[in-house]
């Protein structure tokens, strides 16, 4: 109906109509502006080549717009220009032109108008390696990107299982290396605190907790966390077992809820 009220408005001047949708959709931005976007789409996609991939994450009011069709096309369109432009951050992403008259920023603010809620394409994220997978969970609220070492098919495979294991366990970092020494710290003292509570002496509780910081690696980091489809293998070692050598370079999840 916004689009037939344009034309009308516009007398059937289809350039004049894009303007008028396109002023309207600026309005309502600027209406809307302190409203939160909680809701939207998370959609991950690698090249066609397989060595890049790509997270987007388009928010929207209400998940009434997220699920229509046209939202979802719309967002498909981004993804596109950012597999095919590759920038380099968010901000270079927006700049890019979306057709031969708008941006990207500025087509997202055209499609206010279009579905009368606030968007804002919040986050962008992009990795390279020998292939890259992505997985979406259904409803696309949840995504993930797994770079791996190899670009054979069998790693292709591989890739695809363990981007669902992200996706479910919800590893903090690839290995141990990658956990932060504040984490770290934390772990010790709270495994430390426990020990002592439990009324073990003194003298063992660094031990102890020293333990429990290594069940915490195995349980939060990628490569040491039990494979969830065969759980008498870590995934470093189905990897392993799947083609010698065959790891997992770096990871990316994002849900939004």
Do not use: W
């Not at 998940?63 to 220009?81: H, K, P």
């Not at 366990?169 to 770290?184: C, F, H, S, V």
């Not at 997992?248 to 994002?254: A, D, G, L």
């Amino acid at each position: 109906m916004d689009c037939k009220n344009a034309l009308v408005e516009s007398n059937g001047d289809f350039e004049a109509a894009i303007d008028i949708l396109r002023k309207k959709g600026q309005k309502i931005a600027a209406k809307r502006g302190e409203n939160e976007v909680k809701e939207g789409l998370i959609f991950a996609q690698a090249s066609e080549a397989g060595s890049e991939g790509v997270m987007l994450v388009l928010n929207c009011e209400t998940d009434f717009v997220a699920m229509n069709e046209n939202f979802r096309a719309f967002m498909q369109s981004l993804v596109d220009i950012a597999l095919a432009k590759k920038p380099a951050t968010l901000e270079e992403l927006k700049a890019l032109p979306f057709d031969e008259k708008l941006s990207v920023e500025e087509k997202i603010t055209e499609h206010v108008g279009v579905v009368g809620e606030k968007l804002d394409l919040s986050k962008y994220i992009k990795i390279s390696a020998p292939r890259v997978v992505a997985y979406n969970h259904p409803g696309n609220q949840l995504a993930t990107l797994v770079a791996l070492s190899s670009d054979s098919a069998t790693a292709e495979d591989a890739g695809k299982q363990v981007a669902m294991q992200v996706a479910a366990m919800n590893p903090l970092a690839l290995n141990k290396e990658g956990i932060d020494q504040n984490t770290i710290d934390r772990e010790l003292e709270i495994g430390k605190e426990l020990a002592i509570q439990e009324g073990k002496p003194a003298d063992m509780a660094d031990k102890i907790s020293q333990g429990r910081l290594n069940k915490f690696f195995q349980e939060n980091t990628l490569l040491s966390q039990q494979f969830v489809r065969d759980n008498k293998f870590t995934v470093e070692q189905f990897l392993d077992s799947a083609e010698k050598g065959l790891t997992v370079t770096s990871f990316e999840r994002y849900a939004l809820r």
